[in-house]
């Protein structure tokens, strides 16, 4: 039982490039989430998902995108990345409301 | 949005207890009082949650002012293993948590 899987868990993108981090779950959650982490700060909710093929937007999801097909998998997606978006990046699931949510190791993150 | 409020950080010795305060004034009647706590280079880990009434369970427990607006989690007797960043959040509904915070740095020492 893996738990939530993020890959890569480090990354170096150039400015323009785009990328996608990976979050996968075999806990038939239905809930995820995708948090960024920058230094010294504390978390902040870019995109979630209730359950597959509905995702909405959370507090910062300027520049990133989402799509959730499967249970399983909650892509994140950055088309043209920039500095500001720099951190680290957590996937986070849960089974339903009010319920504690589990979160994978995060991707560390950084454009140059 | 509902918001809460840490101090940056606290002290603790090995082997005491440690109460680490969050204030929540602008609570809503149906979020729940969530705590997680982040060691260097990982992500949270959930130490326990509830509603109103106060809660144990093995990592630790939560005690809610019966107003709501305030909440105490407390470690029985702090380890080394217990020095982390400590969250406070709150939680509706969706789990939409969107004001995570900064969160108190506990530093325990041997």
């Known amino acids: 039982n893996a738990g939530v899987t993020q890959t890569p868990k480090f990354r170096i993108l150039k400015i323009g490039q785009s990328m996608t981090l990976q979050c996968t779950q075999d806990?038939?959650?239905?809930?995820m989430y995708w948090y960024r982490q920058d230094p010294g700060m504390g978390l902040k909710l870019i995109y979630y998902?209730?359950?597959?093929?509905?995702?909405d937007k959370g507090e910062v999801p300027n520049g990133y995108n989402v799509s959730r097909s499967t249970t399983e998998d909650f892509p994140l997606r950055l088309e043209l990345a920039a500095p500001s978006q720099t951190s680290v990046y957590f996937c986070?699931?849960?089974?339903?409301?009010?319920?504690?949510?589990?979160f994978g190791d995060g991707t560390r993150l950084s454009i140059l | 949005d509902a918001k809460t409020t840490q101090p940056n950080s606290m002290e603790s010795n090995e082997e005491e207890p440690v109460h680490l305060p969050c204030n929540h004034s602008?609570?809503?009647?149906?979020?729940?009082i969530h705590w997680y706590r982040q060691l260097p280079s990982q992500g949270p880990e959930y130490v326990i949650h509830g509603l109103t009434s106060n809660v144990n369970n093995r990592m630790a427990s939560l005690a809610i002012a019966e107003d709501r607006k305030s909440s105490t989690l407390i470690l029985h007797r702090a380890t080394l293993r217990d020095a982390a960043v400590y969250y406070c959040i709150l939680l509706n509904q969706a789990g939409t948590a969107l004001i995570f915070g900064k969160g108190t740095t506990l530093s325990v020492s041997s």
């Open positions: 986070a699931t849960r089974t339903g409301p009010n319920q504690p949510q589990h």
């Open positions: 602008t609570i809503s009647g149906t979020d729940y």
């Open positions: 998902s209730v359950g597959a093929g509905i995702t």
């Open positions: 806990m038939n959650h239905n809930y």
